[in-house]
T-cell receptor
Framework: AQSVSQHNHHVILSEAASLELGCNYS??????LFWYVQYPGQHLQLLLK??????LVKGIKGFEAEFIKSKFSFNLRKPSVQWSDTAEYFC????????????FGSGTRLSIRP | EAQVTQNPRYLITVTGKKLTVTCSQN?????MSWYRQDPGLGLRQIYY???????DKGDVPEGYKVSRKEKRNFPLILESPSPNQTSLYFC???????????FGPGTRLTVT
């Protein structure tokens, strides 16, 4: 069965530190990949997505992610985090078919120390 | 304003008492979906709909029903709620496929 793993459950960083959150998926075929963010008390919103093309994807608020097909990974990165990046981050995958379901990871809580 | 609305936002009920959580979107989106969010488990898809009268099961459909009679509405029905359905529920809509989902504010359900 298709699955998504986010191994970091809670990450604590200081402001200006670099960030990398891991995401691995199990499906071997063509996939669409997403990162969503949930700021405290707010709706989930899309950070970035990968459908095809350049495997390095840039999203909002300075985030980027790199799709490495050989590693089944789609890690999220940011060179320098801010206190306002405190949130929960979810990776999601669906098979390359608009008719298929979408699978979310268990989420990574990011806490930034001011 | 483009949005997904859910009602109620908070609900406490008892085991076995049928309930419906409504979801409505004003963006004319094709796709709609229901998720539950539980600590340590992330979001799990319950049901989704690709258009009017077209629905399919997600990962955790047991104990839930949905219907999509109109494009804008996608209610979630719990015919006989049980305590293990205590959770935070999110509705989402997307213009086509899972290109970009717009999430509602969530409904916190407690079943005693």
């Amino acid at each position: 069965a298709q699955s998504v793993s986010q191994h970091n459950h809670h990450v604590i960083l200081s402001e200006a530190a670099s960030l990398e959150l891991g995401c691995n998926y199990s499906y071997g075929g063509t996939v669409n990949l997403f990162w969503y963010v949930q700021y405290p008390g707010q709706h989930l919103q899309l950070l970035l997505k990968y459908f095809s093309g350049d495997p390095l994807v840039k999203g909002i608020k300075g985030f980027e992610a790199e799709f490495i097909k050989s590693k089944f990974s789609f890690n999220l990165r940011k060179p320098s985090v801010q206190w306002s990046d405190t949130a929960e981050y979810f990776c999601a995958v669906n098979r390359d078919s608009s008719a298929s379901k979408i699978i979310f990871g268990s989420g990574t809580r990011l806490s930034i120390r001011p | 304003e483009a949005q997904v609305t859910q009602n109620p936002r908070y609900l406490i009920t008892v085991t076995g008492k049928k309930l419906t959580v409504t979801c409505s979107q004003n963006m004319n989106h094709e796709y709609m979906s229901w998720y539950r969010q539980d600590p340590g488990l992330g979001l799990r898809q319950i049901y989704y709909s690709m258009n009017v009268e077209v629905t399919d099961k997600g990962d955790v459909p047991e104990g839930y029903k949905v219907s999509r009679k109109e494009k804008r509405n996608f209610p979630l029905i719990l015919e006989s709620p049980s305590p293990n359905q205590t959770s935070l529920y999110f509705c989402a809509s997307s213009p086509m496929g899972w290109n970009e989902q717009y999430f509602g504010p969530g409904t916190r359900l407690t079943v005693t």
